[in-house]
């Protein structure tokens, strides 16, 4: 048997009786008892605190309970069900009180009853026969919902569930109450999920959607504490089931709690995220019980493995006695394996960890062969959990899951397709399918969800344990890091279809935060780190995977996959959020709970950085994928960037795989970067998003494309590198000029609008890019027309209020330094730089005349800069800016002057000292002379 109360390893709480001075001494307890008793009769309020005290400390009750005790229970049973009619939250109460103080002494007490073992056998059997009879009548009330049949609500959930599993387990039980009791545990737990009874007893109220009865919705796994008296009962009566059928019947009726949708109805156990979070807490509560527990009970374990595995296969169950299948019908159920894989693969991760991790168990405790069996078969179900969590790769197919359980939760499931409107009206966020056919589809998606989260989180219990099979452990990885890829994109998808369905905004920060709350999705950035932490030391190793294993084995393979993982999931976030800025109302928008909602996006960061920090970028010299994808998925981020030093390293591995001394692979890299990660001019940048063009309005965008920048300055300098003249990606040339080409096809129409953009930090990027641009391709006529007719007039448009100077100026600078002998490129670039200082100076304000006066130290700047055959056209221009200083602004003659003496100080700091070229000075000096008698 078990050896101590597996609820307190479940987390309930407990109070040690010895070393607390108001705890259960025997007194008290007798005291609590008979004040229980006393007041059951007259008021049974007043009884309900006594009980509270009693099954809070239930554990700690000193032995021997009084005599009275079990008999007195069974009586508060039977007023529980008198005082239903009037007062259905207080029956309730002490019906799952006394319940449960039931089913401890049965399980923990009975063989030292003072009554004597005969009694206690008596008692047992009463107990049994009680639970059994008051849940059935209560399921048939409920499921024929009769008003003048009322019902105690706790009779729905997993109390009688769990009582009846400890009656089943009692030391003292005879061998056909036992039986007896496995075959009410397996029914009552069937009749439970399919009426879908709730977890606690409180409350009355009607039916909501497809059975769940009071305030809390149709599933056993809600509450926590629900879901703890569930995975008890399963594993209490799965310890005490001797035969291979009864644990048949025990997965057949209790598996299906942890099911997301049924078969032939629209009732799901995931109706919403709140749901789905407690499944899988759920689930993972059941993991840990069946992994403490499988040594004590290897034959149960083995039973337990065969039939986990089978589900999970698909398979028929060889229950030893001729039947083959998981429809019972002496229980009433008919039931498929799609129901039950997600419990399935919860129990074949804690077999898996008991055997792979767990002490064998000691001599005698069950057959030799036993723990053998749980540790083969139990292998084979997590290949089968593999299977069943594996995605194809490619094109975010691996998020349609995902978007299609967040469309059925906005859409609360279509829980009653009929209530409310015709079976035959049209949905408009199902493409105008009937609603039930809608419902169906809805439903059949919660199914799905149901069962890859559960099996992504059994992968990722055996994964952290190393209790993977070895020869899928690379298939394991991959399906854990599409598991968490889909969990973590959940909360977004969320937003984005409340969005659509215009739900309440509190509901719908309600339910975003709830899918960050999942366990698979709140942990994903742990998991990420634990699954790139194995990629790497599988590269380290430099074999990858054992030679039998799958097909798909290699390092190279294996970095580019889970680098392109991290990719599709910072696309799928991007697109999420930016599909949700440009549908959702700005009023609607404000009413959302930030606090809520930020998670949803926080947590794929977070997962994005786990899944890359660890993966080497530039792994081979013929591949840059993983680099490049490690790029698309920060700048897809960006937007949702939070403090993490993570980022700043990867951030500066990725500067450093585009700024490599190994020329070809950098070369490689930054013409990949240049050409597929900008956006597309014409359907990104220039898309209608949300009322406005996407390159100004959009935030995720522009995030993107500021980081994009941010690192086009390690980019540019490679693309105009000649590798030994071959086009490092198969064309016949390559160098300075090719390079332009690639620029100009969408960076350099990015670089121009963001000139413009609205926010600084942005326009000083793009500036920044630009000089970058300017000094590698200077002499390259794509650049030099693009900076005449785009950059120069878009940058002087914008001076001085949105143009920051210091990037504009070396942007100048650069392009007299960096282009062709003899060019009038600085020539042009000064004349135009001359007017706009003589259009600010017309403005008369002081910021402008300020403006104005850094244009011209611009030209005066030039004339140490420029080719020596253009110098005297550029001292003409500089001797018309100085002289034009002071013409606008409705000056006197006297400030006129002035002012033109201030610019020829310009000239002559700017212009003639500052040159370093003797030679040139003289004759700029003799030139600057000249200028001086003009004033």
């Keep these: 048997m078990i050896p101590t ?98 089913g401890t002494w049965a399980r923990w007490r009975s063989e030292r009853h003072p009554g004597g073992t005969s009694e206690a056998r008596e008692i047992l059997g009463a ?297 035959e009206a049209r949905t408009a966020s199902q493409g105008g399918l009937p609603r039930d056919v809608a419902a169906r589809a809805a439903n059949a998606a919660l199914g799905r969800w149901s069962i890859a989260t559960s099996c992504a989180l059994a992968l990722v219990r055996c994964q952290a344990s190393g209790a993977v099979p070895p020869d899928v452990e690379w298939d394991a990885l991959d399906a854990i890091s599409v598991g968490t890829n889909r969990s973590s994109a959940a909360g977004a998808y969320a937003l984005l279809a409340s969005a659509r369905t215009r739900a309440d905004p509190g509901r719908a920060s309600a339910s975003v935060a709830a899918c960050a709350r999942a366990p698979l999705a709140k942990r994903a950035p742990a998991i990420a780190t634990l699954v790139a932490e194995r990629v790497t030391e599988l590269h380290a190793l430099r074999g990858g ?118 020329d070809v692979r950098s070369a490689r890299l930054a013409r990949a970067t240049c050409e597929s990660l900008f956006p597309d001019p014409v359907a990104e940048l220039d898309a209608v998003c949300g009322g406005g063009v996407a390159w100004s309005d959009d935030d995720a965008l522009g995030s993107r494309t500021h980081l994009l920048l941010r690192l086009l300055p390690y980019a540019a300098a490679r693309l105009a590198e000649d590798s030994g003249g071959a086009d490092p990606t198969g064309g016949a040339e390559w160098g300075a000029e090719e390079g332009a080409r690639v620029l100009a096809a ?26 970058a641009i300017f000094r590698s391709h200077g002499r390259s006529r794509v650049t030099q027309t693009w900076f005449l007719n785009s950059y120069l007039t878009r940058a002087l448009e914008m001076y001085p209020h949105r143009t920051p100077a210091e990037p504009f100026v070396a942007a100048i600078g650069t392009v007299a330094m960096h282009c062709e002998l003899g060019s009038r490129l600085p020539c042009l670039a000064a004349s135009a730089a001359t007017e706009r200082a003589v259009a600010l100076d017309g403005r008369g304000d002081a910021s402008s005349m300020d403006a104005a006066s850094s244009l011209r130290r611009l030209v005066f700047g030039l004339l140490a800069l420029v080719d020596h055959a253009i110098v005297p056209e550029m001292a003409a221009i500089a001797e018309s800016a100085m002289m034009s200083a002071g013409r606008g602004g409705g000056m006197d003659a006297g400030a006129a002057r002035a002012a033109r003496a201030r610019a020829y100080e310009d000239l002559v700091a700017g212009g003639v000292l500052a040159c370093s070229d003797y030679g040139r000075k003289n004759s700029l000096v003799q030139w600057a002379l000249r200028c001086k008698s003009m004033l």
Excluded at 9 to 36: I, M, Q, W, Y
Excluded at 56 to 83: K, M, Q, S
Excluded at 580 to 599: M, V
């Design 5 to 102: 109360p597996l609820e307190l390893s479940l987390g309930e709480p407990f109070e040690d009786v010895s070393f607390n001075p108001a705890g259960t001494s025997a007194s008290s307890a007798k005291k609590a008892l008979d004040d229980a008793a006393s007041s059951l009769a007259r008021d049974p309020a007043v009884a309900l605190a006594p009980l509270r005290f009693l099954a809070a400390n239930r554990f700690g009750i000193p032995d021997p309970w009084p005599v009275e005790a079990p008999r007195f229970l069974l009586e508060a049973l039977a007023v529980a069900n008198a005082t239903a009619a009037s007062s259905p939250s207080l029956a309730s109460d002490i019906w799952s009180l006394a319940a449960i103080l039931l």
């Design 127 to 423: 107990v049994a026969r009680t639970i059994r009879e008051h849940a059935t009548r209560a399921h048939d009330g409920a499921g024929r919902k009769l008003a003048n049949a009322p019902f105690v609500v706790s009779q729905l959930g997993a109390t009688p569930v769990l009582t009846l599993a400890c009656v089943a387990s009692a030391p003292l039980c005879p061998p056909e109450t036992r039986a007896g009791a496995l075959r009410d545990v397996a029914r009552i737990a069937g009749l439970a999920v399919n009426n879908g009874g709730i977890g606690t007893g409180v409350g009355g109220g009607g039916v909501r959607g497809g059975g769940g009865i009071g305030p809390y919705p149709g599933t056993l796994t809600r509450p926590e504490s629900s879901a703890q008296r569930l995975v008890a009962a399963f594993v209490y009566a799965a310890s005490a089931a001797e035969d291979p059928v009864h644990i048949t019947q025990l997965c057949a009726s209790v598996f299906p709690a942890w099911r997301g949708y049924r078969v032939g109805g629209t009732t799901g156990s995931n109706e919403s995220p709140e749901d789905a979070v407690a499944s899988q807490t759920s689930g993972l509560l059941l993991t840990r019980a069946v992994q403490a527990t499988a040594a004590t009970f290897p034959d149960a374990a083995a039973s337990l493995a065969a039939v986990a595995r089978a589900v999970l296969r698909g398979e028929p169950i060889d229950q030893g006695a001729g039947e083959t299948s998981l429809n019972l019908a002496s229980l009433n159920l008919t039931l498929r394996p799609d129901e039950c894989r997600s419990a399935a693969s919860y129990v074949a991760a804690g077999l898996q960890l008991a055997t792979r991790r767990g002490a064998p168990p000691p001599p005698g405790r069950g057959s030799p062969d036993a723990w053998h069996r749980v540790a083969d078969v139990g292998a084979d179900a997590i290949r089968a959990c593999v299977a069943l969590a594996s995605c194809p790769a490619g094109g975010g197919r691996c998020f349609e899951l995902a978007r299609d359980v967040a469309e059925a939760w906005a859409a609360e499931g279509y829980s009653n397709p009929t209530e409310g409107a015709d079976v």
């Design 545 to 662: 995977f054992t030679a039998g294993g799958s097909p798909k084995t290699g390092v190279k393979f294996s970095i580019r996959s889970f680098a392109a993982r991290a990719r599709e999931l910072a696309v799928a976030v991007h697109d999420a959020f930016r599909g949700f800025k440009s549908i959702a109302p700005t009023a609607w928008q404000r009413s959302l709970d930030a606090s809520a909602t930020h998670p949803a996006f926080q947590v794929p960061f977070l997962t994005v950085l786990g899944l890359l920090r660890g993966v080497p970028l530039l792994s081979s010299a013929d591949d840059v994928s993983p680099a490049l994808a490690a790029i698309d998925a920060l700048a897809r981020l960006e937007f949702a960037r939070t403090p993490d030093p993570r980022y700043a390293t990867l951030l500066r591995d990725v500067a450093n795989a585009l700024a490599s001394d190994d």
């Design 746 to 771: 969408r960076v350099l129409p990015c670089v121009e609008r963001c000139l413009a953009h609205g926010r600084d930090a942005l326009v000083r990027a793009a500036h920044v890019a630009a000089v």
